[in-house]
């Protein structure tokens, strides 16, 4: 502590400007992270906790969110870790095309899956109705665990593609050539060293599903889970204190996750340390003819989902009404047209969002693993400490903490952009953080030698070298805030009309034309604006695939 | 320990009482040094000695637990490196990867907000002096090793610094360019002036740069002093085993040990004495080894009390091998003989080297044997297995304390 001070002090003395950035950076993640934590921690009375544990509908919507936490989970975990084990070492024909599929779906917000479900395998819906002419609906549980897996299991994909690329072939070929059968290696070889990256994504998922809302809202139906019931304890009852209290029962099962992966990385970084990054160039051990084939088959079924559910939100797009009357008209593209504003919000609000979140996670990490500043634990902790919260706590707790009359934020601009940074900031902290450890540190060291201060090291040697890696954290921001619901949701005003939000609205009143227009709109200027990226920067698609290895 | 001799300058440089732990392990304790105005002053030691450490600190890279940093007589207790004045050359050079050469260079300049026009200058002379004029507009990873060196200390010269730091800069090359790039640095160290301090753990690249080499082992100075005087004197075993190749002789002080002369006083002189050395004025004292008398020559101002037994040094050059007939028949001088087997033989181009077992002695020892002006290569050599006499002059061992 003593030193820590004393540290501080030299800082003081000497490099004003990382001080300022250290206060800056430490000042956000109190304002932003921490308070709002406190705010909606205490907010809910005994009566109100009393009242949430004794009401059997709330009771069932915790269980509901348990289990839909489990299927969920598991499901997208499955799927994520079989399709990236077909691309990464089954080497399924066609891998390279397979490979790009699901990064395709990262970049469209996920509660498009839901819309594509309704469209679909709704009521109206044009498997179920139109071609075997039932009269049921998807609406429920099954119908969400379907849409989930969709949604998520492309984050597991992207996280253990990362983990299988950087195991080294030749731990494979030698296990092979001490005996070991094809499925021996998979068994002790391959899916223990993915184990890391398959917790990461574990984390990312559950934590995503819980605080998950658009897809509840859209298929839940009946079957409501606790992130649709904050959402109606505050929009319709404003119910402060029970809201709060649902939103922090999110809270538990999010913190045990999160300690528990923490353990886990922390336990096998120094045992597993010789996994990445060398590259090999051993080719990858064949896998026998039948599984090839049998992951082929679950590759093209994935593709022709994933295809499906996004060509008919298009078609959507430009149909009369959907279920009713299928003439192709252009009346919602018209509509669309004069929604300009909603979409102009999404695209300024995330791209504000993105940058802030850069420059946080940029200089969070570089205090942390370069600067080596004082109370570095507190700053690591407080910059991940999001990625343990759900969604919607995060909107509760946003509406608790800026909405006072004496620092009013709701209903601005920045409240919207700063919320949608903070749920994104522990992936760039994570992807910068990476990029900064592969810097030698001899580097630093030779830049200070020279005259530079730790801010101008920053500045002029470390966020040069890792630009790659922060174009990645950029990215990977955007496109998640142009689709973020969960939190922004308790935020927007009629001043600041969000896409996402009006997508929910227009197909919660069952306008689903307009909802699957502006959708598509939606996704296309978000691929747009990526793709004139690129082309300003002249970079290739690797940030995006950069990001997957935030995690593991 | 000796105290530090005075280099050619006043103390330049002063590290007073430096002490360094990480965790349980103190990795440099009580280190003091007075580096002179101008000199070329190398700290070696074996990997894990201290030696980077001390440098570090130097640099303020590392915070000493206790004692002071003095440069020109300013306390840089506390003090960032950025601030110091102290230029650094690395052992991986550390250039920055997305700069080309001449930004390298640049680089500090721009740091320490010199003028455009001034910047310019400098830069072109020093990439002129360090013959990198073509290469400007490099990248690093567009340069072979000796040129990624070259603009490693291009980039901290052309800064002028008070003080220039060297971290085992030549180690990452190869053998004849390191030679070559070794004596490139000397002279450009001479031309500029420039008070050097160079961390190295390769004895021959200290042996020939220095002014002044510090050993160093376990965090502390195991003996300071002038190449020549590390070398012909060691003052501990460690010492000796460390620089160069070493011999060790029992021996037993005789008698009438105080009543010796000078070393070079009876027998022939040893052939790699130097003229400025004070070898051959030194102390020396009358021991028995291995049942014979021998002259041996005494480091420091210690004496050895009569009847003390201690350890002498040989070094591999002075041991002088013979068939043992040959060396009887010439036994009227005055120099030390035992009889000994050669185990193994090992050409080393410029020598023979023999390892051998002496009579008496513990330890295996090595003669180095120079290759003959005219051929003959065979009849010289002596065959592993073969009964010879080694044969020491006297003043050719040294007293290990």
Known sequence: MTYGIR???????????????????????????????????????????RQVFSTPRWRSASLNTLTMLVLSTGSSLLVGTLYAYAVTRARVPGAGFFGVVPLFLLLTPPFVAGLAFILLLGRRGLVTYQLLGLETSIYGWHGLWLAQTLSFFPVAYLVLRGSFAAIDPGLEQAARGLGASRAQVLRTVTLPLATPGLLAAALF???????DFGNPMLVGGRFQVLATAVYTQLSGWASFGTSAALGLLLLAPAVLLFAAQQWVQGATRERFATVGGRGSSLPTPTVSPWLRWGLFAFCVLVTLFVVASHGVVLMG??????????QPTL????????????????????????????????????LVQRAKVPLRRGLDLATLLPAAIPGTLMGVAFVLAFNNPSFKLTGTASIIVIAMSVSYLPVGYRICAAAMDQLKPSLDESAANLGASKLRVLTTITAPLVRQALAAAFVFCFVRSVGTLSTVIFLVSFDTPLASVAILNLADQGRWGRAAALASALVAVTMLSIGLLYLVTGRSLKPLAESAHAGA | MPAPEAGRGAAHVRLVGLRKAFGA???????????????????????????TTVLRMLAGFVEPDAGSVIIDGVDQTGRPPNLRG????????????????????????????????????????????????????????????????????????????????????????????????RA???????????????????????????????????????????????????????????????NLLPVVANADARGAGPAGAGGTAPRSQAPEDRASTEAAVWATAAGRRLLVRLPDERRPGAG???????????????????????????????RAKVVSRGFFGAYSRYWLELDGVPDLWLADVPLPELGGEETSAFEPGASVTVRLNAGAACWLW
């Open chain 1, 7 to 49: 540290s501080l002090g030299r800082l003081w003395r000497y490099d004003r400007g990382l001080l300022l950035a250290y206060g800056l950076v430490a000042a956000f993640l109190l304002v932003f992270v921490v308070a709002p934590l406190m705010r909606v921690a205490f907010e809910p009375t005994v009566a109100d906790w």
């Open chain 1, 205 to 211: 998922i559950a934590i995503g599903i819980l605080g």
């Open chain 1, 317 to 326: 797009a430009f149909t009369h009404l959907w279920g009713v009357d299928f």
């Open chain 1, 331 to 366: 009346e919602h593209v018209a509509y669309v047209l004069g929604q300009f504003g909603g979409l102009g919000n999404s695209l300024r609000f995330a791209a504000a969002a993105a940058l802030l979140c850069t420059a946080v996670a940029a200089v969070a990490a570089y």
């Open chain 2, 25 to 51: 392990a103190v990795a440099v304790d009580d280190f003091s040094l007075d580096i002179g105005r101008g000199t070329f002053t190398t700290l070696l030691g074996p990997s894990g000695s201290g030696k």
């Open chain 2, 86 to 181: 102290t230029g650094m050359v690395f052992q991986d050079y550390a250039l920055f990867p997305h700069m080309n050469v001449r930004a390298n260079v640049e680089y500090g300049l721009r740091m320490q907000r010199f003028d455009k026009g001034a910047r310019r200058e400098r830069v072109e002379r020093a990439l002129e002096l360090l013959g990198l004029g073509g290469l400007a507009g490099r990248f690093p990873h567009e340069l072979s090793g000796g040129q990624q060196q070259r603009v490693a200390l291009g980039r901290v010269i052309v800064l002028e610094p008070q003080v220039l730091l060297m971290d085992e800069p030549l180690s990452n090359l190869d053998a004849k360019l390191r030679v070559r790039l």
């Open chain 2, 184 to 246: 490139e640095l000397k002279s450009l160290q001479r031309q500029l002036g420039i008070t050097t301090v160079y961390v190295t753990h390769d004895q021959e690249e200290a042996l020939s740069l220095s002014d002044q080499v510090v050993v160093i082992d376990k965090g502390r100075a195991q003996q300071v002093g002038a190449p020549e005087a590390i070398y012909r004197r060691p003052a501990n075993r460690f010492v000796a085993e460390f620089v160069g190749q070493a």
């Open chain 2, 308 to 338: 003390a037994a201690g350890t002498a040094l040989a070094r591999p050059e002075h041991v002088r091998l013979a068939h043992r007939d040959e060396a009887d028949a010439a036994s009227e001088d005055r120099s030390w003989r035992c």
